[in-house]
């Protein structure tokens, strides 16, 4: 089924404004040919149709529900990206643990925006729970969202296969899951730390509940998004982040030419974004 320049753009920009997604015009057979499909189980005609059933069909929020899974990209893995995760273990959590002591405050608020299946999330609750700093009284949670239902209810069963261990030690497996007849679970008591939702990040709604957060956690999304897409997400980041909260991007993606909201630190191997703080 052929997707014409119009109805292209047509779906490009409604994507783009719901999810942030962005699609340049070098990638119409990409989207056709995920989407092709989605026209098949619905008996659509074309996407002209298809656009116009996203828009007003009866049922169009479970379709773009089932539409969003086709278009992102749910590559991850645990411990992915490993030097960001140390800057995080340390010196980030101390600096954190060190402040909170200073006002009697023991929580802490991790999210893991556009998670996926969740093996970020499970990492960020290792990475605290081997810290040692955050037992004896403190409320950790660590929370993950992602827009595609699917991977978030992978996420709450928390059972991987071999793919996802690619960069995880066999003393980190032992600690920290128990094999399965099929697969390995992520353990009772790093699940539990987890607090995983559905949510698209471009809407403000999707952190209701959240702020204020003492680090976010948004790697490898934002490069699929335009530049208006990424500040708009910057802007949600800052306004659930607590002041001197910290959020952490993938090592290709940047704020330097979008936003001066957030004040970049360079630690080796790393940069992360800083809040101002109160």
């Known amino acids: 089924m052929?997707?014409?320049?119009?109805?292209?753009?047509?779906?490009r920009d409604f994507i783009h404004e719901r999810f942030g997604l962005f699609f340049d015009d070098g990638q119409r057979s990409s989207m056709r040919s995920r989407l092709e499909g989605r026209l098949a189980s619905l008996d659509l005609l074309s996407f002209e149709d298809y656009y116009h059933y996203l828009r007003f069909g009866p049922q169009r929020a479970e379709e773009l529900d089932r539409m969003i899974s086709h278009l992102t990209?749910?590559?991850?893995?645990?411990f992915r990206e490993a030097p960001q995760l140390q800057?995080?273990?340390?010196p980030i959590l101390r600096d954190l643990k060190e402040r909170k002591a200073a006002r009697d405050d023991r929580t802490l608020r991790v999210l893991s925006a556009g998670c996926s299946s969740g093996e970020e999330v499970h990492t960020l609750g290792m990475i605290v729970h081997d810290s040692g700093q955050f037992f004896?009284?403190?409320?950790?949670?660590?929370?993950?969202?992602?827009?595609?239902?699917?991977?978030?209810e992978k996420a709450r069963r928390g059972v991987?296969?071999?793919?996802?261990?690619?960069s995880l030690s066999p003393v980190l497996i032992d600690r920290h899951f128990v094999r399965q007849a099929v697969g390995m679970q992520v353990r009772d008591g790093i699940r539990r730390l987890a607090r995983l939702r559905q949510g698209n990040l471009m809407d403000a709604a999707s952190y209701e509940g959240l702020a204020p957060l003492d680090a976010v956690f948004c790697r490898n999304v934002l490069i699929y998004?335009?530049?208006?897409?990424?500040?708009?997400?910057?802007r949600l980041f800052h306004e659930a982040l607590a002041p001197g909260g910290?959020?952490?991007?993938?090592?290709?993606?940047?704020?330097?030419?979008?936003?001066?909201l957030f004040t970049p630190i360079r630690?080796?191997?790393?940069?992360?974004?800083?809040?101002a703080p109160a």
Not at 73 to 78: G, L
């Open 87 to 90: 800057v995080f273990a340390d």
């Open 2 to 11: 052929e997707l014409s320049e119009e109805e292209f753009r047509l779906l």
């Open 73 to 78: 990209n749910n590559e991850t893995y645990f």
């Open 136 to 152: 004896w009284g403190w409320d950790v949670q660590v929370h993950g969202m992602d827009v595609d239902a699917a991977a978030v």
């Open 225 to 234: 998004f335009s530049d208006a897409a990424i500040l708009k997400a910057a």
């Open 267 to 275: 630690f080796q191997g790393a940069i992360v974004y800083q809040k």
């Open 160 to 166: 991987y296969f071999h793919n996802s261990f690619r």
């Open 246 to 260: 910290y959020l952490f991007l993938g090592h290709a993606e940047s704020l330097s030419r979008i936003t001066d």
